[in-house]
């Protein structure tokens, strides 16, 4: 049976999005609709002629507004790369999610991402002392490669680690696709998971070096390495406008905008 990957990309910009609040779009065109960039997420789908397999990366602050543009309504899974607030302050809106599909949804997170999520949104993993609302999610705990199972067929996912300035924070392999949107340092450890890319989605938060993301040049430095058949970067400020990115990035190589989709062989 042939499958298809499609992935969409829900989100693109900084974790203050674009543009900020009161209207600030820095050297982004404000007339140019792909310079709107909400909270970065991505949404990962096993299509066949059986049914479809869908995997949410990241739980944004924006994401019923991004699921109700993507048309989604159901899931079988979500994953997170790590507990910062513009990939995880978005929990609640999976509620409706679970109402939509009548029963739990598994969630998957490392250790470290696990303990600040149940700390802060403890009620959705486990009903709390007099409380009328049932938990809406089954934690999973990411140690190493997994499968999330729907009438797509199971979609595989390989965590590796990188660094994200004092925090660490997970990238994912599917297939010939890498997501990588939080990355100021790759460990020689997690350089080999990038190898054979047919797309690679990447951090490329500014032109200037920051410390706790990776800025253009080093991002670019970064494709040059590991040589994907194509790579798109995401998680992109107010400095990054988007034709003009398109002018200057090497062939292969193009800006992120809401709602862009690709296929991949599943």
């Known amino acids: 049976m042939s499958a298809l990957l499609r992935c969409t990309i829900l989100g693109c910009g900084s974790s203050g999005g674009v543009p900020r609040l009161g209207g600030h779009w820095g050297d982004c065109d404000p007339t140019n609709p792909k310079n709107r960039r909400r909270r970065c997420s991505l949404l990962i789908e096993r299509i066949t002629d059986a ?32 507990a910062h607030a513009d990939h995880v ?16 949804l598994p969630v998957w997170a490392d250790p470290v991402t696990q303990d600040s999520l149940v700390t802060r949104f403890g009620y959705a993993f486990a009903q709390p002392a007099g409380s009328l609302y049932p938990p809406i999610l ?11 199972e729907g009438a797509g067929g199971a979609i595989r996912l390989i965590p590796f680690r990188v660094s994200h300035g004092p925090t660490e924070a997970l990238g994912f392999r599917v297939a010939g696709l890498a997501y990588l949107p939080d990355v100021v340092e790759i460990p020689p450890e997690s350089w080999p998971v990038l190898e054979g890319l047919d797309m690679w989605v990447v951090d490329a938060l500014r032109r200037k070096p920051h410390p706790t993301h990776a ?7 970064w494709i040059d390495r590991v040589k994907p058949a194509r790579a798109i970067i995401t998680n992109m400020h107010l400095d990054l406008d988007y034709a003009t990115l398109t002018e200057e990035l090497p062939e292969g ?4 905008f809401d709602g862009l989709s690709f296929d991949l062989d599943g």
Do not use: C, Y
């Open 138 to 148: 089954d934690l999973n705990t990411i140690d190493g490669p997994f499968e999330v």
């Open 89 to 104: 302050h978005g929990i609640d809106d999976l509620r409706q999610i679970v109402f939509n599909m009548q029963k739990r």
């Open 215 to 221: 800025h253009l040049a080093l991002t670019l430095s």
């Open 51 to 82: 049914g479809t397999t869908r995997v949410l990366i990241d739980t944004t602050p924006d994401l019923h507004p991004q699921l109700l543009d993507a048309g989604i309504g159901e899931l079988d899974a979500v994953a997170w790369t790590h």
């Open 253 to 256: 190589v193009i800006p992120a």
